[in-house]
């Protein structure tokens, strides 16, 4: 096991103003954990708080150095080391359960597995009136409520007393304590002479509770206003620097608050959180977590862990992206007065689906498996398939592509069609770890970001506990980065146009590209990759590919190379014929025109039912939009009827909003890659293209709506 750890400087998008100043920027250290016995990575946020933590001290990041050499050492987190510094307690804290949530499967993101950590549950929240001018406040103060917001909490202590006054006046003279709950937070913004009359004067507008109304250490004036307060108070900084138990007992029999505020970073991590939460519980003191200015990682850690207490009234939580350059990881969002992890709602049923699809394959009673196709050329349909001829064809990949057991294929296409159940098969058959991600055009998003969180990319190691990270981690280069991939063509390119996404990209060993065709930008774009890239060829009847193009390096090649126990052979009017009894019980008989060269490998020339003849010119659509490469918006070609010439090519495309292109425009662009016989002779402006579930154009679905739009278009 390694641990390492990386410095980031924060923006805050606006300032945040506290009673101790305003914050601009935010300093953080990013904990990493690598496991190589089980290729599973972990990460956490070390994020003291300037002049506030306990932690906050000049050689913090030596401190730091010597916690990860630890438990590196010792495989276990320092605990006694770490109880003065709560910040550092925390992010190994969140790092170990990150480490700890990959290799049971989940993404290192979902610490937890809750309803709230799976989107089926929000934690209601407060809305946080930061401090300001009158103004200011006043109008975000209404914002949080027309948001949904039901309990609102308002910094006080920063501007004059009496126009503070005003403001909570005006807001309960608009929403009663029944509608609104209002708590505030003074961070110890009164003195010990004025603290008890500005606490009767707020007792008017029914506030719920004070946050800290003097500064901390004060214990004698604390415990008087506890016991004589006529709104109860919360402490929150006067937790901060208390770390044994023994401490803990005695502050609160000391003071006797009615609330204490629990921060992970500032009051002992996880672990000294739950020490407070259950000497609250003993004395009847409520509680309620919050964060201290986290990003979203940090916040991401408190927010899943708050969900365990399973608490019942709001919490001071949010989504953590309060700076200009987070790390855009975490699916926290915010709706109405709840915090959820939204997104994950999404990647929890896909994660549902792998697991069901993993009992029906592991399902003695059945030897079948229901398969559907992708309606490229038509309406989808179901049969059923041996589950004897899905192995066969898996490990004739896995055997291709000299995938090894242990290693990790990302699976990110649904599961509805061959091409997800394949690569789910190919890891149950090869042993291969299947990390599941839902199907979207950026499947390496998550790692990506977490992999620029812990800066792997500088491959600078002067602040790794261990230097030698590279060897020690084996051939892999990082457990974020899968050996193998398949996607769909649009989904690498999308992906490629991310810079943090390609660098990911680019380091995967093996990487197949079906579904669609490789357009000349795309195939550009791919050369920059440093592991093997193939087109794969095949169809839901072939129970995924068949044969395999490399699209980079020396070995690129134009022609398919056949899967082992594969024979082709073709019919009268060229088209492909394939006879694979390991994986359909009869010749199948395709639309694809090949030609098949003598080492057995082939070329696509086209498809019979993709070919148009247009004025005795018979035209290959695939050839065409092949050639036209990418153009600023979607499109796809299709024909239309035509007396004069029997078809007329026609482009459907969907019109930029942002940069509007006239038809003749667009015909200049196309001259300029086409031959004049070669350009469509109509364009079709559509809201959206016809594309299967899978990403593929819809033929035959694109041939009706342009049909239909010409018709009504010549009625007009």
């Given at each position: 096991?390694?641990?390492?750890?990386h410095p980031r400087t924060l923006h805050f998008i606006e300032p945040a103003g506290t009673s101790r100043g305003v914050y601009l920027t935010r300093k953080v250290w990013y904990v990493c954990i690598h496991r190589h016995s089980t290729h599973s990575f972990g990460i956490g946020e070390c994020a003291p708080l300037l002049k506030l933590s306990c932690d906050d001290v000049p050689n913090y990041e030596a401190i730091l150095r010597e916690a990860c050499h630890r438990f590196s050492t010792h495989q276990s987190i320092p605990y006694d080391f770490l109880r003065p510094y709560p910040s550092i307690l925390f992010g190994l804290e969140t790092a170990w359960q990150s480490l700890t949530a990959m290799e049971a499967?989940?993404?290192?993101?979902?610490?937890?597995?809750?309803?709230?950590?799976?989107?089926?549950?929000?934690?209601?929240?407060?809305?946080?009136?930061?401090?300001?001018?009158?103004?200011?406040?006043?109008?975000?103060?209404?914002?949080?409520?027309?948001?949904?917001?039901?309990?609102?909490?308002?910094?006080?202590?920063?501007?004059?007393?009496?126009?503070?006054?005003?403001?909570?006046?005006?807001?309960?003279?608009?929403?009663?304590?029944?509608?609104?709950?209002?708590?505030?937070?003074?961070?110890?913004?009164?003195?010990?002479?004025?603290?008890?009359?500005?606490?009767?004067?707020?007792?008017?507008?029914?506030?719920?509770?004070?946050?800290?109304?003097?500064?901390?250490?004060?214990?004698?004036?604390?415990?008087?206003?506890?016991?004589?307060?006529?709104?109860?108070?919360?402490?929150?900084?006067?937790?901060?620097?208390?770390?044994?138990?023994?401490?803990?007992?005695?502050?609160?029999?000391?003071?006797?608050?009615?609330?204490?505020?629990?921060?992970?970073?500032?009051?002992?991590?996880?672990?000294?959180?739950?020490?407070?939460?259950?000497?609250?519980?003993?004395?009847?003191?409520?509680?309620?977590?919050?964060?201290?200015?986290?990003?979203?990682?940090?916040?991401?850690?408190?927010?899943?862990?708050?969900?365990?207490?399973?608490?019942?009234?709001?919490?001071?939580?949010?989504?953590?992206?309060?700076?200009?350059?987070?790390?855009?990881?975490?699916?926290?969002?915010?709706?109405?007065?709840?915090?959820?992890?939204?997104?994950?709602?999404?990647?929890?049923?896909?994660?549902?689906?792998?697991?069901?699809?993993?009992?029906?394959?592991?399902?003695?009673?059945?030897?079948?498996?229901?398969?559907?196709?992708?309606?490229?050329?038509?309406?989808?349909?179901?049969?059923?398939?041996?589950?004897?001829?899905?192995?066969?064809?898996?490990?004739?990949?896995?055997?291709?592509?000299?995938?090894?057991?242990?290693?990790?294929?990302?699976?990110?296409?649904?599961?509805?069609?061959?091409?997800?159940?394949?690569?789910?098969?190919?890891?149950?058959?090869?042993?291969?770890?299947?990390?599941?991600?839902?199907?979207?055009?950026?499947?390496?998003?998550?790692?990506?970001?977490?992999?620029?969180?812990?800066?792997?990319?500088?491959?600078?190691?002067?602040?790794?506990?261990?230097?030698?990270?590279?060897?020690?981690?084996?051939?892999?280069?990082?457990?974020?980065?899968?050996?193998?991939?398949?996607?769909?063509?649009?989904?690498?390119?999308?992906?490629?146009?991310?810079?943090?996404?390609?660098?990911?990209?680019?380091?995967?060993?093996?990487?197949?590209?079906?579904?669609?065709?490789?357009?000349?930008?795309?195939?550009?774009?791919?050369?920059?990759?440093?592991?093997?890239?193939?087109?794969?060829?095949?169809?839901?009847?072939?129970?995924?590919?068949?044969?395999?193009?490399?699209?980079?390096?020396?070995?690129?090649?134009?022609?398919?190379?056949?899967?082992?126990?594969?024979?082709?052979?073709?019919?009268?009017?060229?088209?492909?014929?394939?006879?694979?009894?390991?994986?359909?019980?009869?010749?199948?008989?395709?639309?694809?025109?090949?030609?098949?060269?003598?080492?057995?490998?082939?070329?696509?020339?086209?498809?019979?039912?993709?070919?148009?003849?247009?004025?005795?010119?018979?035209?290959?659509?695939?050839?065409?939009?092949?050639?036209?490469?990418?153009?600023?918006?979607?499109?796809?070609?299709?024909?239309?009827?035509?007396?004069?010439?029997?078809?007329?090519?026609?482009?459907?495309?969907?019109?930029?909003?942002?940069?509007?292109?006239?038809?003749?425009?667009?015909?200049?662009?196309?001259?300029?890659?086409?031959?004049?016989?070669?350009?469509?002779?109509?364009?079709?402006?559509?809201?959206?293209?016809?594309?299967?579930?899978?990403?593929?154009?819809?033929?035959?679905?694109?041939?009706?709506?342009?049909?239909?739009?010409?018709?009504?278009?010549?009625?007009?």
């Open positions: 096991m390694i641990v390492t750890y499967g989940r993404s290192p993101l979902m610490l937890f597995d809750t309803p709230f950590s799976r989107g089926e549950q929000g934690i209601t929240i407060n809305g946080l009136v930061w401090m300001g001018s009158f103004e200011k406040m006043l109008r975000r103060m209404e914002e949080k409520v027309e948001q949904g917001f039901r309990c609102v909490k308002i910094k006080v202590g920063a501007i004059n007393w009496e126009q503070e006054l005003t403001l909570i006046r005006t807001l309960r003279s608009h929403f009663p304590a029944d509608v609104l709950q209002i708590r505030l937070d003074a961070n110890g913004a009164f003195t010990p002479t004025h603290a008890l009359q500005r606490l009767r004067e707020l007792s008017l507008f029914d506030i719920h509770s004070i946050e800290q109304p003097i500064r901390q250490g004060q214990y004698a004036e604390m415990a008087r206003l506890s016991h004589e307060s006529p709104i109860p108070i919360a402490l929150d900084e006067e937790l901060i620097g208390i770390h044994t138990i023994q401490e803990k007992q005695a502050l609160l029999d000391t003071l006797h608050p009615q609330y204490i505020i629990l921060k992970p970073s500032l009051h002992g991590g996880f672990s000294g959180c739950d020490e407070w939460i259950n000497l609250a519980r003993q004395r009847g003191i409520g509680y309620w977590v919050t964060s201290a200015l986290e990003s979203n990682i940090g916040l991401n850690a408190i927010a899943q862990w708050c969900a365990l207490q399973k608490p019942q009234i709001p919490q001071g939580l949010g989504t953590g992206l309060l700076f200009s350059d987070n790390i855009e990881a975490t699916d926290l969002r915010i709706m109405a007065d709840k915090l959820w992890c939204a997104p994950s709602q999404q990647q929890r049923k896909f994660q549902e689906e792998v697991e069901r699809f993993q009992k029906e394959w592991e399902d003695i009673s059945s030897q079948t498996i229901t398969v559907y196709t992708s309606g490229s050329t038509g309406d989808p349909r179901s049969y059923e398939v041996e589950k004897s001829r899905m192995e066969a064809s898996a490990r004739m990949t896995l055997n291709f592509l000299q995938l090894k057991a242990g290693e990790t294929a990302l699976l990110c296409m649904p599961l509805k069609y061959i091409a997800g159940k394949m690569m789910v098969i190919r890891a149950f058959v090869g042993g291969l770890r299947l990390q599941a991600v839902a199907p979207s055009s950026h499947p390496l998003h998550t790692a990506a970001a977490l992999l620029d969180a812990e800066g792997f990319w500088q491959q600078s190691h002067t602040n790794h506990s261990d230097s030698k990270l590279p060897r020690e981690l084996g051939n892999r280069l990082h457990p974020l980065i899968p050996d193998f991939i398949a996607l769909t063509p649009m989904q690498a390119w999308h992906t490629l146009q991310n810079a943090s996404e390609r660098r990911v990209f680019c380091h995967i060993p093996h990487i197949i590209i079906g579904g669609g065709s490789i357009s000349e930008s795309l195939h550009t774009a791919l050369q920059q990759c440093h592991g093997a890239v193939y087109s794969t060829y095949g169809m839901t009847e072939t129970l995924s590919h068949i044969a395999l193009r490399r699209l980079n390096g020396p070995l690129q090649s134009d022609a398919y190379t056949l899967l082992p126990g594969i024979h082709i052979s073709t019919d009268t009017n060229g088209c492909l014929c394939i006879d694979a009894p390991q994986l359909s019980p009869r010749p199948l008989q395709t639309h694809d025109i090949v030609h098949i060269r003598p080492d057995g490998s082939f070329t696509i020339l086209g498809r019979t039912d993709n070919i148009i003849s247009s004025g005795g010119i018979k035209l290959s659509l695939d050839n065409i939009e092949q050639r036209i490469g990418i153009l600023p918006f979607p499109y796809q070609l299709t024909a239309i009827p035509d007396v004069a010439l029997g078809e007329t090519l026609t482009l459907l495309y969907v019109a930029p909003t942002d940069q509007p292109i006239s038809v003749s425009a667009l015909r200049q662009m196309l001259k300029a890659r086409l031959e004049t016989y070669e350009c469509p002779r109509h364009f079709i402006s559509v809201d959206a293209l016809p594309l299967t579930e899978t990403g593929k154009p819809a033929r035959a679905e694109a041939r009706r709506i342009a049909a239909e739009a010409w018709k009504n278009s010549y009625q007009e």
